[in-house]
């Protein structure tokens, strides 16, 4: 009865440090030892354009006060954060304004695939597992970027568009 006691702790201790193994891993790779995990989130922040759809974890900056001086209104701004796999990515749809400027950031969250997204003249060159690339445009229609695994250009299950509103 004694040994089965022992068996039974030793048992327990063993399965409980596996199982803290493969905790501390995970967590290491969430904080960036190792290759992020494939979660797809998604960071909208707009500047001047007003709250986008949908919003997600939106934080608009402040709007500009008027000066005494006449001045050039700058053009509106959008921030798309995108964390991306060969089949999902966060987030497949955004709108903004007709001649807004998009800063509009691909990150790769795959182990093994490289990725480059293409739509009507515009292409953001392979992106390599782990790693991002940010492109910048003026919006002035919609646009639908379809993504590409390289180096075999095979088209992935889904698109990311960004729709121009008046």
Not at 104 to 131: A, C, D, N, Q
Request: a positive charge.
């Amino acid at each position: 009865m004694k040994y089965k006691v022992i068996g039974f702790i030793l048992i327990f201790i063993i399965i409980g440090g596996i199982a803290l193994y493969f905790q501390r891993l995970n967590y290491y790779k969430r904080i960036g030892n190792g290759n992020p995990l494939p979660t797809p989130s998604v960071v909208v922040s707009p500047n001047i354009s007003g709250s986008p759809t949908p919003t997600l974890s939106g934080t608009p900056e402040p709007t500009p006060t008027s000066s005494a001086s006449p001045s050039v209104s700058p053009r509106p701004e959008k921030t798309l954060k995108i964390e991306v796999t060969e089949t999902a990515a966060g987030l497949y749809e955004s709108r903004a304004k007709k001649g807004t400027v998009v800063h509009f950031t691909i990150s790769v969250m795959s182990e093994s695939r490289t990725l480059e997204f293409k739509s009507e003249g515009i292409t953001t060159g392979s992106i390599s597992p782990g790693s991002s690339k940010t492109i910048e445009f003026t919006l002035e229609q919609d646009m639908t970027f379809t993504p590409y695994e390289m180096p075999a250009g095979t088209v992935a299950p889904y698109t990311i568009k960004i729709i121009a509103t008046e």
